[in-house]
């Protein structure tokens, strides 16, 4: 059974970092796309970056020159850098791990808060 467990969340001043990790079980995510979602309150869900099997990434304009997507196969891991965190950053952070013949599987969110 595949499972996502976030972490690394928390309350964070703006302009501070934060790092998130997504650590995957069930089986290797070598071949799976990993993302990071983000669902603000009153909000939909939205993409905040991907990193492909390939490591190629894709990132949110909002969030472009901040946040890096990273993965590290061997640990079963993605992971988000989160550098100067702006309070609209603030929301319920998900991982989600998309295998190549389309079946997908979501963590259970961290909080991330960003105020001073």
């Known amino acids: 059974q595949v499972q996502l467990v976030e972490s690394g969340g928390g309350l964070v001043q703006p302009g501070g970092s934060l790092r998130l990790s997504c650590a995957a079980s069930?089986?290797?995510?070598?071949?799976?796309?990993m993302a990071w979602y983000r669902q603000a309150p009153g909000k939909q869900r939205e993409l905040v970056a991907k990193?492909?099997?390939?490591?190629?990434?894709v990132y949110a304009d909002a969030v472009k020159g901040r946040f890096t997507i990273s993965r590290d196969n061997a640990k079963n891991t993605a992971y988000l850098q989160m550098n100067s965190l702006k309070p609209e950053d603030t929301g319920v952070y998900y991982c989600?791990?998309?295998?190549?013949?389309?079946?997908?599987?979501w963590g259970q969110g961290t909080q991330v808060t960003v105020s001073s």
């Open positions: 989600r791990r998309i295998e190549p013949w389309g079946t997908n599987s």
């Open positions: 069930g089986s290797s995510i070598s071949a799976s796309t």
């Open positions: 990193i492909i099997s390939d490591h190629s990434t």
